[in-house]
């Protein structure tokens, strides 16, 4: 098997020295078998991977992905025309400040360790009569709009947008998450910040079906699996399959008192819908986030569906779907 490690020398744990190339190379000669091969890439820019993604999907077979859930974004968005004519499996490597997507499919990953699981994965899954039990499959969702087509595994826009930009605009990090998360909740009980407290204009569409209570909205939440940031996992168990759809119209205040119940999935309020869904219209106002990444616009329409799936490469315990 031939592993290429893309590295994204601008992620804030790069830049501390936990991806350097000379490190990879290190822990491959001592850890990793010698019937592998392997390539390291240090990219210069998207611009610079997306050029090579031919390259690295055709020479590869695992394809390790060191950054955040953007960069892993990106790089997805990027591979899926080449990925649909050959399997590569991903491995994810957080660089990033949550690393919601990487976390999702090795939970006990750490920047530290990374490197070296997955030399003992491949080599693993290299000797095994099933190397099947490695692969865990995250089905994309597709977000189709005026712009185009973009694939992720979480969206969210209303208040959760508003969230996430002010996070941003605090630094990184989960203290700096947990944090935010405290002070907005604050904020919105003692109603001492208007924005929060506004609701957002948004029609929604869910499998054919609106959305029964209104057009004014606090938020709406879509992911490819339960777990989101820090400790959260606010979708409810659903049958069937689908992509995880989560949209409320109840008052701020309302959700901001029952926040630990709602996003450990342990309450769902009058006003909100709660399950899965297939194919999901909006029309919204105001800006929304992709894998963390922020979009700002004005008015926008948009379609979610379920896109491909990708193949990640992970530990037996946690092929599981976790859809």
């Known amino acids: 098997m031939k592993i290429t490690v893309i590295i994204n020398p601008h992620s804030g744990k790069a830049k501390h020295g936990f991806f350097e190339k000379e490190r990879f190379v290190d822990i491959f000669r001592k850890y990793l078998s010698s019937e592998h091969k392997y390539e ?11 050029k090579n993604m031919e390259y690295f999907v055709q020479s590869s077979d695992v394809i390790a992905v060191t950054g955040g859930d953007g960069t892993l974004n990106h790089f997805i968005n990027s591979a899926i025309p ?7 499996l991903i491995f994810p490597i957080g660089g990033g400040s949550l690393n919601v997507i990487h976390k999702n499919v090795i939970p006990n990953q750490s920047i530290g360790t990374a490197p070296r699981l997955l030399c003992d994965i491949v080599n693993s899954m ?8 490695f692969v865990k499959k995250l089905r994309a969702i597709s977000f189709e709009n005026s712009g185009g087509t973009k694939y992720g595994f979480m969206f969210a826009n209303g208040v959760v947008y508003k969230a996430m930009k002010r996070y941003y605009s605090k630094g990184v990090g989960p203290e700096v998450a947990l944090k935010t ?14 924005d929060l407290l506004e609701y957002t204009d948004c029609s929604i569409e869910i499998d054919g079906k609106d959305f029964p209570y209104g057009q004014k909205i606090v938020a709406s939440v879509a992911a490819s699996f339960k777990k989101m940031i820090l400790f959260t996992k606010p979708f409810i168990e659903s049958e069937g399959d689908g992509f995880y759809f989560m949209a409320s119209a109840d008052p701020a205040t309302k959700v901001a008192l029952n926040f630990l119940w709602i996003v450990l999935g342990k309450k769902v309020l009058p006003k909100t819908f709660n399950g899965k869904a297939k194919k999901v219209f909006l029309s919204f106002s105001g800006g929304y986030t992709i894998d963390g990444e922020l979009f700002e616009s004005r008015d926008i329409e948009m379609i979610l569906s379920e896109g491909p799936y990708i193949s990640f490469l992970t530990l037996p315990q946690y092929t599981t779907s976790t859809r």
Not at 40 to 50: A, N, Q
Not at 126 to 133: H, T, W
């Open 40 to 50: 390291i890439f240090s990219s210069k820019s998207r611009e610079d991977t997306e």
């Open 82 to 88: 080449f990925l649909s004519k050959k399997r590569v």
């Open 126 to 133: 290299s000797n095994s009569e099933n190397p099947e039990m």
């Open 181 to 194: 998360i405290a002070e907005m909740l604050f904020d919105v009980i003692m109603k001492r910040d208007k």
